[in-house]
């Protein structure tokens, strides 16, 4: 299976602070996804990223989200200001003909 | 039921049975894809099947699709312990403007009892 590396595995941080979480896609490739799934729930689609912009987001993707490619293979989801409810497993997704692959995921903790 | 809806949520059975999962939904798709999950891990693809196509097979796992019912079974036969997982099916729904995001269902858990 193609591989898709996510980092940090584990993220704790203080309700209000900033968290960024990184993912390497599979190479040379223009579509990117990130979803999250709070524990004991269903995976959710946050936003997909095309050609260095947003194709969609979910409405869970509000103000406080942020995605970016600041270097040709890495991408980085960017919480600002963090919430209890934003606890949660956040994986990244990229394509390879019309299946996605997904990393290990980020496990999110806000305390 | 929402897009993408498992049943049962669990199932249990003895190792060496066959066991059988179900999903609905309710848009037109472009294709829908099953996933396992071990507990608190990543997403591990198994098997894409594409609205065109009736049947799949990938060693031990069979997914079917039917797009009049909107509906899709994965099988495993002589299941293992190491099948024990939870299991979503994903589709990718035919709309406008789709970015081809995945919709999940909330998935079956399984157990395979040695």
């Known amino acids: 299976e193609p591989e898709v590396t996510q980092t940090p595995s584990h993220q704790v941080t203080q309700m209000g602070q900033e968290v960024i979480l990184r993912c390497v896609p599979i190479s040379n490739h223009l579509y990117f996804y990130w979803y999250r799934q709070i524990l004991g729930q269903k995976v959710e689609f946050l936003v997909s990223f095309y050609n260095n912009e947003i194709s969609e987001k979910s409405e869970i993707f509000d103000d406080q989200f942020s995605v970016e490619r600041p270097d040709g293979s890495n991408f980085t989801l960017k919480i600002r200001s963090t919430k209890l409810e934003d606890s949660a497993m956040y994986f990244c997704?990229?394509?390879?003909?019309?299946?996605?692959?997904f990393g290990p995921g980020t496990r999110l903790t806000v305390l | 039921s929402q897009q993408g809806e498992e049943d049962p949520q669990a199932l249990s059975i003895q190792e060496g049975e066959n066991a059988t999962m179900n999903c609905s939904y309710k848009?037109?798709?472009?294709?829908l894809q099953w996933y396992r999950q071990n507990s608190g891990r990543g997403l591990v693809h198994l098997i894409l099947?594409?609205?065109?196509?009736r049947e799949k097979h990938s060693g031990r796992l069979r997914v079917t699709l039917d797009t009049s019912k909107k509906s899709s079974s994965l099988l495993i036969t002589a299941s293992r312990a190491a099948d024990t997982a939870s299991y979503f099916c994903?589709?990718?729904?035919?709309?406008?403007?789709?970015?081809?995001?995945?919709?999940f269902g909330s998935g079956t858990r399984l157990l395979v009892r040695p």
């Open positions: 997704a990229s394509p390879l003909g019309n299946e996605q692959f």
């Open positions: 099947i594409r609205s065109n196509e």
């Open positions: 994903a589709t990718d729904p035919r709309l406008m403007d789709s970015s081809y995001k995945l919709i």
């Open positions: 848009t037109s798709i472009n294709n």
